[in-house]
Structure formats: C-alpha cells, structure tokens
C-alpha cells in the first residue's frame, strides 16, 4: 500500500485592503516545494471581506 505524506503552505496576501498576490514570488515558492518532491494538490484562498482574500493556501503530497 502507498503512504503519503502531506504538507500545507499558508501564502500571506498583501495590499493596503489584502488580496494581492506576488505572482513570480508563488511561483518560486511552487517551485521549491516541486524540487524537494512534492506534488501540488489543491490551492485555495481564504476571505477576508468584499471578496478580498487574507490567504491563499496549498496543499502538497508526496509518497514517503
């Protein structure tokens, strides 16, 4: 049976009112984890107000 195991990557949005996303700095980010093995899941974010998002969140796996 395969085992996996799991990680979560909590990306801070930033802007005066939130929401704003640094494209090429998630990117890098997306990428480091894809170099150490781990394969992306799902990504979401999270609200903060008037469809303004607080966090963007990834989740990763890969086998142990």
């Known amino acids: 049976m395969e085992k996996w195991e799991y990680k979560t990557l909590t990306y801070k949005t930033g802007g005066f009112l939130g929401g704003k996303l640094d494209p090429e700095e998630f990117e890098g980010l997306l990428n480091e984890y894809g170099t150490e093995g781990w394969e992306l899941v799902s990504c979401f974010d999270t ?18």
């Open 47 to 64: 609200s903060k107000s008037q469809g303004q998002s607080r966090d963007v969140i990834a989740i990763f796996k890969r086998r142990q």
